[in-house]
């Protein structure tokens, strides 16, 4: 299985989903992590000018912007062998675009990104749906 977290610096969690960098991409067999990988991340904010699209596409009733859809698609495309990604924070199309794309969005206060991935495996990431935007 693959874990993703979305990190600036290689090492830490990143604040926000859509600001991030960089993946790093643990491959886990039997519960061990058996190495990881820096992936590059596209971000919306080199062409929306720092808007991530977050709460406008979704929620009770609505339906995505097909360039949102677009644009989410291009962040996920390097992940999509993942089983689930982690983050601090991150808006509401791009959790929801994980979840049709079946990766499991986990929003976190762990900021070690080997530690939250560790956690994952065990079953004790905190997961805190409530830092959605």
Not at 41 to 54: C, N
Not at 96 to 105: F, L, V, Y
Request: hydrophobic share 30%.
């Amino acid at each position: 299985m693959k874990v993703g977290v979305v990190t600036d610096d290689g090492r830490t969690t990143s604040p926000h989903f859509g600001r991030a960098r960089y993946y790093l991409v643990y491959d886990v067999e039997g519960g061990i992590i058996k190495g990881k990988e820096t992936r590059p991340k596209s971000s919306p904010h080199h062409e929306m000018a720092g808007h991530e699209g977050g709460h406008h596409g979704f929620g009770e009733g609505h339906h995505q912007d097909p360039s949102e859809a677009s644009k989410h698609a291009s962040m996920l495309s390097n992940v999509g062998d993942c089983e689930a990604i982690v983050a601090h924070g991150m808006g509401w199309g791009i959790y929801e675009a994980m979840k049709q794309a079946g990766i499991k969005p986990f929003l976190t206060e762990a900021t070690d990104a080997d530690e939250a991935v560790r956690a994952y495996i065990s079953g004790s990431l905190d997961d805190h749906p409530e830092r959605l935007h």
